[in-house]
């Protein structure tokens, strides 16, 4: 294994591999970031959708001029039913919304960062060992 993992090709794959998890790893922090940095709002679930194997729930939730705004979101953490509060996270661009999201999202970030942190502590592992120095035999 180590002796392949030192060839040419060896070593390229594994510094891509390292630098892909760490791109990976960059953009979902960076996604998670810009949600946090979201204004917030409480709504109420008007409906809950099945799409395939997943869940959407429409929400209806209040925007700062007063009016009020109908969504369907994702819904990764706990079943949500109709009536059930939530908290909303929503990005304005010229006073509409550009994008919103349910606040427990975040679960889904998390996971994805720790799986991409393992992934990162790994490449990082198999790097050290594709270009440590080699052994030299004593005889």
């Known amino acids: 294994m180590t002796r392949t993992l030192r060839s040419r090709r060896g070593r390229f794959l594994a510094g891509l591999a390292l630098a892909a998890a760490v791109a990976g790893l960059v953009f979902v922090l960076r996604s998670s970031a810009e949600q946090r940095s979201w204004e917030s709002s409480e709504g109420t679930v008007r409906e809950r959708l099945r799409s395939g194997k ?44 550009a994008d919103a999201a349910l606040a427990d999202n975040d679960q889904a970030h998390r996971v994805v960062g720790v799986m991409l942190g393992v992934v990162v502590l790994g490449g990082i592992s198999v790097n050290v060992l594709a270009w440590a120095p080699r052994r030299r035999s004593r005889t």
Request: no cysteine; net charge negative; glycine share 10%.
């Open 54 to 97: 997943s869940f959407q729930v429409k929400v209806e939730y209040p925007l700062p001029d007063g009016s009020r705004q109908v969504a369907t979101l994702a819904e990764n953490g706990p079943a949500r039913h109709p009536g059930d509060r939530v908290t909303v996270r929503y990005d304005l661009e010229n006073g509409q919304v």
